[in-house]
């Protein structure tokens, strides 16, 4: 059986997987993509959203780098809402329910219309090495493909097992098979795994829902594209769909503290730890007991959907279980259910064993991305995605890698908490975890970033022109606001840049873009200033001292033997990083700088 030839090697197509291939397509290179069925790729496999608290400003940061999941998002979007108005453009951020079906057509057809990426159906069942380097892979039919670089993206596919109550199945998605050979070659080739789970609400029927009982939650009344690169004209595309809200009741808590002993979480089948941000139903009345309600989101998959999305009530109850308190809750009275929520357990890799690159430590031309780096979401999972993409292109071209600082990017902050944290559980991004984020908002993101993505190849000399004009633009009109003797006045929290125009004569006509950022710049100037100098007090002048990357940890003395081990293990690239560590105490870091001084210090 003769052997295909790609650049770079796509190991699943969801949406890191996506991300990957149309990167490293997109940055000139022959790229293959493996999906065990290229009519799934893309599938929205829980919530129909895009965006969210941290999670927009991730998408954002994802578009202005160049990636594809915020203009597909527009394409197939029903319903856009800013989150956080009432509070601070720091924490402002984009959430589009999409048509479910649409947005992953929207996609697939993105993956089958890039030059140079090809699509082949079936699962790759072992990575091929050499030397420490990956050479390719072998499908489980037999078929190889030889390539220098590996991205693997197989989501919640590793040795997947789904469960409702007592059933089990095997699948990474209902409908789907798992991967079931990739594990086991991991393994072989020295990766640690571990054991994730994740959960999925019941799909209701829409017609048999009483809207008239529940909230409605409209969309924002004049939306505003996820990407700046979407035309305004013809946007949005859907038709508008409303959301609604409802709750549970002590009705429901008690069906579900009496169906406890159904819960195959409850009863130790499911031996894989959840997301603590996003507990199934079951677990939200054992933790919070002194709740009386929580809330229900009423989500509608699409304009000509009869399906409902419930956010907030993912189950892996036995079916009469779940039919039951569905229908103890206001408006679900007569409900009827599609399809019922199950769990899904699968296998991660602990992402201490990766550099900041997304590149394996142990095997040199491999990158993992996406919920194998034991995150959820999709937005967390795209970015991973596109930023291991970006980088496997640019090891075969011989480039530098793409490495963001934590002060440029939320981006940045997640890769770099993965990779020297480690997790417990799967990781969600939080505007918290930024020590830098009143400056990381979603307004800036393509000033902070198209420069990169420009760089790479992602985004060609018009749109990164266009971006540098505006932020130009910004700069002057700060300045012409302060030449004006307007910048104080700006400065009150009661007074908006339009308020103002009666008094500017000679105000430029701008962008609402460029307006927004002029606005927050001016307001935000002082809190900014206050939080970087404050950042700047927990760090140090050493913290972007570079370690070498053969440091024997052993000759660094007086450091204990668990922090050599814990080193040995993260292989830390600077100081900074070394610092974050679990266990990594002051004397332990001040013993690390003496043994770097008595050395060459190369600063990064």
């Known amino acids: 059986m003769s052997s295909l030839r790609c650049d770079v090697l796509i190991v699943g197509l969801g949406h890191a997987g996506c991300e990957a291939a149309l990167a490293a397509a997109r940055m000139g290179l022959n790229v293959i993509a493996v999906t065990l069925n290229r009519q799934r790729s893309a599938v929205m496999s829980c919530n129909p959203a895009i965006g969210g608290t941290a999670k927009g400003h991730l998408v954002k940061e994802l578009d202005a780098l160049g990636g594809q999941m915020a203009r597909a998002a527009d394409e197939a979007g029903t319903h856009f809402i800013t989150l956080n108005l009432s509070k601070g453009p720091a924490v402002r951020a984009t959430r589009v329910l999409c048509d479910r079906d649409a947005y992953a057509v929207v996609m697939q057809k993105q993956l089958d219309c890039t030059p140079g990426l090809s699509l082949v159906e079936g699962e790759v069942a072992a990575l091929v090495t050499e030397g420490g380097r990956a050479v390719g892979a072998r499908l489980a039919d037999g078929r190889e493909i030889v390539t220098p670089a590996v991205v693997v993206t197989t989501g919640t596919f590793l040795q997947a097992l789904m469960h409702v109550g007592a059933q089990k199945e095997v699948g990474g998605r209902l409908g789907d098979a798992a991967a079931t050979g990739l594990s086991g070659s991991l393994r072989e080739l020295g990766f640690v795994l571990g054991r994730f789970k994740t959960g999925t609400p019941a799909r209701l029927r829409k017609s048999s829902i009483d809207f008239s009982r529940c909230q409605k939650q409209p969309g924002d009344a004049h939306p505003r594209p996820f990407s700046r690169w979407t035309p305004l004209k013809g946007f949005p595309q859907k038709a508008p769909v409303d959301c609604y809200l409802t709750f549970t ?39 919070f007991a002194d709740k009386v309600r929580h809330t229900v989101f009423l989500e509608p998959e699409g304009p000509q959907s009869d399906l409902v999305y419930p956010a907030g009530l993912s189950t892996s109850l036995p079916a009469a279980a779940q039919l039951a308190f569905l229908r103890s809750i ?222 024997v940890w052993s000759s660094v003395r007086g450091l204990s033997a668990e922090v050599q081990e814990r080193l040995q293990k993260s292989k830390p690239s600077t100081v900074a990083q070394a610092k974050r560590l679990p266990g990594m105490t002051p004397a332990a870091v001040s013993l690390l700088l003496i043994h770097l001084k008595r050395t060459v210090i190369e600063k990064v």
């Open 249 to 287: 009741n002590e009705a429901t808590h008690r069906i579900l503290r009496d169906n406890l002993k159904f819960s195959p979480l409850y009863q130790g089948e499911i031996v894989g730890r959840g997301p603590r941000y996003c507990p199934s139903v079951e677990d939200k009345v054992v933790r």
């Open 330 to 551: 206001v408006g679900l009275e007569d409900v009827q259910v599609e399809r019922f929520g199950y769990a899904v357990e699968y296998d991660y890799s602990p992402p201490t064993q990766l550099k900041p690159t997304l590149e394996t430590q142990r095997v040199e031309g491999l990158y993992f991305a996406g919920q194998l780096n034991g995150t959820s979401g999709y937005e967390e999972a795209a970015v991973q995605g596109l930023l291991a993409g970006i980088n496997a292109a640019l090891k075969v071209k011989g480039a530098p890698p793409l490495v963001l600082g934590r002060h440029e990017a939320h981006a940045a902050v997640l890769v770099d908490d993965l990779v020297t944290k480690g997790v417990d559980e799967p990781f969600r991004m939080f505007t918290s975890r930024s020590e830098h984020r009143l400056k990381l908002r979603e307004g800036n993101a393509a000033f902070r970033l198209s420069g990169h993505g420009f760089r790479v190849g992602l985004l060609d000399g018009p749109r990164w022109n266009q971006v540098v004009r505006e932020r130009e633009s910004v700069s002057a009109e700060v300045a012409r606001l302060a030449n004006v003797g307007l910048l104080s006045k700006l400065k009150r929290p009661e007074v908006t840049y339009a308020a103002l125009a009666g008094e500017d004569a000679e105000r430029p006509v701008l962008p609402v873009a460029v307006t927004d950022e002029v606005e927050t710049e001016v307001k935000y100037a002082g809190y900014i200033a206050q939080a970087e100098e404050m950042a700047s007090r927990h760090a140090d002048a050493h913290e972007h001292w570079s370690i070498p990357h053969d440091i």
